[in-house]
């Protein structure tokens, strides 16, 4: 096995990619390092006939850091801060927020990797980075800008850290696997404790990925299965029971981000390999479709504004966006 370490920064389907030794990889929020097209064939259609679709009429403002730049807003919170990450046109990771128009930056020092996830009403903003080992830990940002680094779950190779609720718990996955391809495993984290681990149930289930929370305590995300391509979107209620969410008629759905109302947002897959972002509220499935024309809903507040980011292809480049 080749232990030389090296830093390959990849983004395609929308998703930051390190790979940083032979033993250690991450590959950002969306964990995907090849077209989720390729695996379809073998993915089984959902058919839901509990949800009714609607088109959706929004109109998309588009979010760049910079016009070289791959930017990839996660989050919006109620008072209107946007958090994300980008490429700079180097390839190299960075996190950034948004608030009423300015861009404000910012790296975790010595870092090989970083991306920043979702901030609560405070202003802190959850995310992960990559260090000289190879390790993925969480992180936050404090509304003064200074930086809390967090200690992952031991022994894991990567424990991501996307979403942060008002009393400052962070949540995300985490797995032991050293290549960071399986095994993933929900976690909720109170200063350095874990305080909850769990996984979407199932004997062939073999990730849960959480993805987004609200401040009622719904979590949502997704969970892949050993059947090749398959990938289904998930909520666990506060009380700890699942639910498997498919838009009708997809090949693959995730469940990106849930506001305090219980509104969803996230992407499907079609039948012809397009990524489509939807809006998921009182039952209703709503697709997202920007210029793109691939689109990913990431994130949605209390008011329905929602980001995400679109792209042409799997390659890029890709554009964040605001919808209202």
Known sequence: MNAKRFLLALLIAGVMATTLNAQTRWSGYGRKVESATNQAATAKVSDDSLYSMAASSSTFTPISVCPSCSTQPIGINDKGLISGGYLDAGGNSHCFLLRNGNYLTFDVPGALFQEAGRSNAPGQI?????????????????????????????????????????????????????????????????????ILIFSYPGANVTSTFVLGWNEPGTIVGSFKTTTEGEEHGSVRSAQGKFKQIDYPGSVQTEAFGINAAGDIVGRYEDIHGVQHGFLLRNGLFTSIDSPGPNTYAWGINSRGEIVGWMFPDFSGPFTGFLAR
């Open 126 to 194: 959850a995310g992960d980075y990559v260090d000289g080992d190879g390790i993925d830990r969480p992180f936050v940002r404090n509304a003064d800008g200074s930086l809390s680094l967090r200690r992952g779950m031991p022994g894991a190779s990567v424990t991501y850290a996307i979403d942060i609720n008002n009393a400052g718990d962070i949540t995300g996955s985490f797995t032991l696997d050293p290549n960071a391809a399986e095994g993933f495993t929900g976690y909720v984290m109170r200063g350095k404790n874990f």
